[in-house]
T-cell receptor
Framework: SQTIHQWPATLVQPVGSPLSLECTVEGTSNPNLYWYRQAAGRGLQLLFYSVGIGQISSEVPQNLSASRPQDRQFILSSKKLLLSDSGFYLC????????????FGPGTRLTVL | GENVEQHPSTLSVQEGDSAVIKCTYSDSASNYFPWYKQELGKRPQLIIDIRSNVGEKKDQRIAVTLNKTAKHFSLHITETQPEDSAVYFCAASMETGNQFYFGTGTSLTVIP
């Protein structure tokens, strides 16, 4: 069966510090991978998605970036965090080709102080 | 790109009553419409989905209807129970593409 992992589970970082969140998927190959941000009381905002190694599409201009160094690894990064980067970050995967269920990771709660 | 709107943002119902959440979408190319449930502090999980070749789908107390002409779809929960309390998200996906567009969510509270 497929599983998706995210770490860390929670993170408290000062403004201006760097960020690296990691997501890995097991039990499947060539997945589509996604990063979402969920601000308090808000919906799911798609940040990045990837259909393959090294292929990243950005939905929203911001100070975040994403990378996919391996087929089942997706990393969200920032060089300098802003207060507005606080939120719940969710990684998700789906079968390539769309029109299928998205499976979400457990999420990372990021607080920028 | 696709734009998904969801209403209401909050909904309170008495236990045993029905709850209806509505979503509209803008791109007629979208043909897959899932609904996710997110309990407090947890990840969203798929509860039901519908594809554009059907107008209605039912799974026990949950049903989803789709009107492609009007570009809207709805989630219906009957005989609500306290454990139905959660945030519900609708989403739309295009036939050619890998992106899912989510609505802003509905916080449902079922009052015992």
């Amino acid at each position: 069966s497929q599983t998706i992992h995210q770490w860390p589970a929670t993170l408290v970082q000062p403004v201006g510090s760097p960020l690296s969140l990691e997501c890995t998927v097991e039990g499947t190959s060539n997945p589509n991978l996604y990063w979402y941000r969920q601000a308090a009381g808000r919906g799911l905002q798609l940040l990045f998605y990837s259909v393959g190694i090294g292929q990243i599409s950005s939905e929203v201009p911001q100070n975040l970036s994403a990378s996919r160094p391996q087929d089942r690894q997706f990393i969200l990064s920032s060089k300098k965090l802003l207060l507005s980067d606080s939120g719940f970050y969710l990684c998700a995967w789906s079968v390539r080709g769309g029109r299928n269920e998205q499976f979400f990771g457990p999420g990372t709660r990021l607080t920028v102080l | 790109g696709e734009n998904v709107e969801q209403h209401p943002s909050t909904l309170s119902v008495q236990e045993g009553d029905s709850a209806v959440i509505k979503c509209t979408y803008s791109d007629s190319a979208s043909n897959y419409f899932p609904w996710y449930k997110q309990e407090l502090g947890k990840r969203p999980q798929l509860i039901i989905d519908i594809r554009s070749n059907v107008g209605e789908k039912k799974d026990q107390r949950i049903a989803v209807t789709l009107n492609k002409t009007a570009k809207h779809f709805s989630l219906h929960i009957t005989e609500t129970q306290p454990e139905d309390s959660a945030v519900y998200f609708c989403a739309a996906s295009m036939e050619t593409g890998n992106q899912f567009y989510f609505g802003t969510g509905t916080s449902l509270t079922v009052i015992p």
